[in-house]
C-alpha cells in the first residue's frame, strides 16, 4: 500500500492530466499532460527502486498475482512449490510487441503507481528516461513513428502522450507493409522540427529509407502539392482520410529535393535538423545490423536507443539509459515471474530465480506472465551484465530457434554472423545488407542428392557476383570456428553450403510476407518463405 502522502500526490497528476484534457490548445495541453505523465514516470521509477531492494520478496507477491488467491504459492518455499507443481513448457506463444492504442484515462495513473499494468508502467518510464537524458525532445508532434501494424494501431513506446506523434494512426494499419511506411514517412517528412525518429523494429527505418532513397522525387511531388497519390495497398477511404491532413509546402520539397541530391550519407540529420535521437523497438540480436549500418550512412551522428524487452507479446524489461550505446534491460520483478536455465543446457537443468543469477554469465529465459500460461520457455538467451540493486540488467544474446543444423551440429545465430562477417572481409568492395538461411531438408526433392546442408542468401553492395573460391570462403570460415560443423564436412556427412546473392528489395519483400512486424528470422523455417527469397536470386 502506498503511503498517504504519495497517494495525493499521484492523485494530483491525475487531477492534473483531467484538466489538461479539458484546455483548448493543443500546445499547452500537451505541456500540461507530459509534464503530469513524467512525475507519474519518476514516482513509479522511484517505486522500481524500492522493488528492487528484496526481489524475492517482488517475485513471489507477483507469482500469488498471476496464480490467484488461494493456491499457496508466495509464502516461504511457495516458488519452489510453483516449479514442482508446473512443468517446464515448451515454447510461449508466438506475438507480435505491443498492445492496442487506447486513451489513457486520467485514473489509471493511480493504478499504474502500485499495480502490474506492465504496458503503462513502461511507457511512463520511457518518457521520464527519455525526457531526462534529452530534454526537449517530448515536443508537440516532434516525434515521427514508422511502425506496420496491419489491421489496427499498435501503440507506439509513448502510446499514454499520443500528442507526441504527427504521424496518423491509419497509415501504420494498412494491409501492405510497404505502402505503410511510405506514407508514415511523408508524413514525418512534412514535419521539419521532428526531435525523435521512432521505429518499432531496426529494419522499419533501414526500409523507410531505402524507400527515401528510391522515391524521393515522387515524396517531393507529393509534399509540394500536398497530395496524396493513390497506390497500391492504399484504401480510397483511407487515402481520403490521410489527404486531409496534408497541405501544400513547396519549400519543404524543395528542401527535400536538394538534400537527396547531395546524397544519402548522414541524409536523416540534414532532413531534420533537431533531430536528437532515434527510438527502435528492437536494436538487439541480428537487428544489431540494420542499425549498424544506419549509423554508418543515413543517420550518422545520431544515438539509437531501444527502450523495450518484450518476448511473445510480453513487456518484460526497460531500458533506463538512453545514452548508453549498446542496450541493456533491467528485468522488472513486478512484470513477470522469472526463471533461468543456465548455458550452456544441462542434462537435469534446474531454473534459477531472479535474484540466484551471476554477472557475465547466460541464461535460457523461462517467463510467466499471463495466467494460465505457466513457465514458458522463450527461447531466448540472456547475458547479465550487471546489476540495478538487486534487479538483474540483462543484454539479449541469441534466439534458440535461429540455430543452424542438419546433423545436430548447432551453430547459434549470432556466432554464424560472425563468421559471415569474418568471410565478408574477404571479399574486397562488399558491404553486407541483409541475409538468410536455410537448412536443405525445408526444399524437399528439389535439394536433390546431395548431403544435408546450409542454404546461404545475402544481398551486398559493392558486388555483383562472388567467384566459386570466394562462395567458398564462408563454408571455410564456419569450419574454423566451428570443429563439430568441421568433422560432419570432412566426413561428407554435411555438404558444402549454398551460397546465393540476391536483388536489392528481396528482404523487403520477405518482411512484408512474414505478415506483422517481427524480428527478422535469420533461419527460415517455411516453405513458401524460402520460395519467395529464392525467386529473387540473381548469382
Known amino acids: 500500500m502506498l503511503p498517504a502522502v504519495a497517494v495525493a500526490a499521484v492523485v494530483a497528476v491525475a487531477v492534473a492530466v483531467a484538466v489538461a484534457v479539458a484546455v483548448a490548445v493543443p500546445a499547452l495541453r500537451h505541456r500540461l499532460v507530459r509534464s503530469a505523465l513524467r512525475c507519474v514516470g519518476g514516482r513509479y521509477r522511484r517505486r522500481l527502486e524500492a522493488l528492487g531492494i528484496d526481489v524475492r520478496r517482488s517475485q513471489e507477491r507477483r507469482l500469488r498475482q498471476l496464480l490467484g488467491t488461494g493456491t499457496g504459492a508466495g509464502a516461504a518455499g511457495g516458488c519452489q512449490e510453483f516449479r514442482e507443481r508446473h512443468p517446464l513448457a515448451q515454447r510461449c506463444r508466438d506475438g507480435a510487441p505491443g498492445h492496442a492504442v487506447s486513451p489513457v484515462r486520467p485514473w489509471a495513473l493511480l493504478r499504474a503507481c502500485w499495480d502490474t499494468d506492465s ?35 499498435r501503440a507506439p513506446a509513448g502510446w499514454p502522450l499520443p500528442t507526441l506523434y504527427c504521424t496518423p494512426a491509419p497509415a501504420g494499419a494498412l494491409a501492405s507493409r510497404g505502402t505503410a511506411l511510405r506514407v508514415q514517412l511523408l508524413f514525418a517528412l512534412r514535419q521539419r522540427a521532428l526531435r525523435v525518429l521512432e521505429a518499432g523494429l531496426a529494419a522499419e527505418l533501414h526500409d523507410a529509407l531505402a524507400a527515401l532513397r528510391t522515391e524521393w522525387p515522387l515524396l517531393a511531388q507529393q509534399l509540394a502539392l500536398g497530395r496524396l497519390k493513390p497506390q497500391p495497398g492504399l484504401p480510397e477511404g483511407v487515402r481520403s482520410q490521410l489527404q486531409a491532413l496534408l497541405t501544400p509546402d513547396a519549400a519543404r520539397a524543395a528542401e527535400l529535393r536538394t538534400e537527396c541530391a547531395r546524397g544519402f550519407e548522414g541524409i536523416v540529420r540534414r532532413l531534420w535538423p533537431q533531430l536528437e535521437v532515434v527510438v527502435v523497438g528492437s536494436a538487439h540480436g541480428t537487428e544489431r545490423l540494420y542499425c549498424d549500418a544506419l549509423r554508418q550512412a543515413d543517420c550518422q551522428g545520431l544515438p539509437f536507443y531501444s527502450p523495450f524487452y518484450q518476448v511473445a507479446g510480453a513487456l518484460l524489461g526497460v531500458n533506463l539509459w538512453p545514452e548508453e550505446p549498446v542496450p541493456q534491460f533491467l528485468l522488472c520483478s513486478d512484470w513477470a515471474f522469472f526463471e533461468f536455465l543456465p548455458c550452456p543446457a544441462e542434462e537435469e537443468p534446474q531454473t534459477m530465480l531472479l535474484d540466484e543469477l551471476w554477472e557475465g554469465r547466460e541464461y535460457g529465459l523461462v517467463v510467466t506472465a499471463q495466467p494460465g500460461e505457466y513457465r514458458c520457455h522463450t527461447g531466448e538467451v540472456l547475458r547479465v551484465t ?23 551440429e548447432s551453430i547459434p545465430e549470432e556466432q554464424f554472423c560472425q563468421s559471415l562477417c569474418r568471410a ?48 567458398y570462403k564462408l563454408d571455410q570460415c564456419l569450419q574454423e570456428d566451428f570443429p563439430v560443423y568441421k568433422s560432419f564436412r570432412f566426413k561428407g556427412s554435411i555438404g558444402p553450403l549454398h551460397l546465393h546473392l540476391v536483388g536489392s528489395g528481396a528482404f523487403a519483400q520477405l518482411r512484408e510476407a512474414l505478415g506483422s512486424a517481427v524480428p527478422m528470422p535469420r533461419v527460415l523455417r517455411e516453405e513458401q518463405l524460402l520460395r519467395l527469397i529464392q525467386g529473387s536470386i540473381i548469382s
Do not use: I, N
Not at 540488467?393 to 542438419?406: A, D, G, I, M, T
Open 119 to 153: 504496458p503503462l508502467q513502461g511507457s511512463l518510464l520511457y518518457l521520464d528516461a527519455l525526457g531526462a537524458a534529452f530534454p526537449g525532445v517530448l515536443a508537440h508532434q516532434g516525434t515521427a513513428l514508422l511502425h506496420w501494424s496491419p489491421g489496427r494501431p
Open 424 to 471: 565478408l572481409g574477404m571479399w574486397p568492395g562488399a558491404h553486407l545488407v541483409d541475409y538468410v538461411c536455410a537448412e536443405s531438408g525445408l526444399l524437399g526433392d528439389s535439394s536433390g542428392p546431395c548431403a544435408p546442408h546450409y542454404e546461404v542468401f545475402m544481398e551486398l553492395q559493392g558486388l555483383r557476383d562472388l567467384s566459386e573460391g570466394q562462395r
Open 386 to 408: 550487471g546489476f540495478h540493486r538487486q534487479c538483474p540488467v540483462v543484454e539479449p544474446v541469441r534466439r534458440e530457434s535461429q540455430k543452424l543444423s542438419v546433423r545436430g
